[in-house]
């Protein structure tokens, strides 16, 4: 299957700093990617969907000033988690469909862990 | 809120056994897929069955789907202790494409 990269697969940062997450499809164009946040022994739950070249969608009750989304090209999708506080320590996942995906197939990065202190 | 509810929510067998897990939805489905995750991992797709089909075979995997009782089952055969993971249930709906909902999971031990 079409292999998707996640960047950092851990960071530990300070409460009130800015943190990038990079999601990445590897083998193909991924024309849609999403975002999921994972608490521990949770579900996945979508935070939103970003198209390339385009403005994300987010779900209700996802703050997008909070979590900035930019696809900027059909290989690259980026999650800045801006003045970031303890609660939003969590497990963050992307996943990618597009030409090599099969019909409604999405590939999900390994995830990213990250933890505010 | 979830669209997928499983149960059940953890489930502890002996290599050789089959595991049998459940997921029930609330909406019209294009498709249902079922996930695997291990620990602190990224997700796994094992497979996706839908809405007009109503059972589906991969290797050991075998996974039904009655969308009159909104409800699909994954059934692991002769399991082995390295199918210890969770496993999600996750729906494409008819009103939105390419998005997913997921289940909460099945926590799955297999011990030797």
């Known amino acids: 299957g079409a292999v998707v990269s996640q960047h950092p697969s851990r960071v530990i940062c300070k409460s009130g700093t800015s943190v990038k997450i990079e999601c990445r499809s590897l083998?193909?164009?991924?024309?849609?990617m999403f975002w999921y946040r994972q608490f521990p022994k949770k579900s996945l739950m979508l935070m939103a969907t970003s198209n390339e070249g385009s403005k994300a969608t987010y779900e209700q009750g996802v703050e997008k000033d909070k979590f900035l989304i930019n696809h900027a090209s059909l290989t690259l999708s980026t999650l800045t988690v801006t003045s970031a506080h303890p609660e939003d320590s969590s497990f963050y996942i992307c996943s990618a469909s597009g030409s090599l995906a099969g019909a409604n197939e999405q590939f999900f990065g390994p995830g990213t862990r990250l933890t505010v202190l | 809120s979830q669209q997928g509810e499983e149960d059940p929510q953890a489930l502890s067998i002996q290599e050789g056994e089959n595991a049998t897990m459940n997921c029930s939805y609330k909406t019209s489905i294009n498709n249902l897929q079922w996930y695997r995750q291990n620990s602190g991992r990224g997700l796994v797709h094992l497979i996706l069955?839908?809405?007009?089909?109503r059972e589906k075979h991969s290797g050991r995997l075998r996974v039904t789907l009655d969308t009159s009782k909104k409800s699909s089952s994954l059934l692991i055969t002769a399991s082995r202790a390295a199918d210890t993971a969770s496993y999600f249930c996750a729906t494409e709906g008819t009103d939105s494409w390419g998005k997913l909902q997921f289940g909460a999971g099945t926590q799955v031990v297999v011990t030797p």
């Open positions: 069955i839908r809405s007009n089909e």
């Open positions: 083998d193909f164009q991924a024309t849609t």
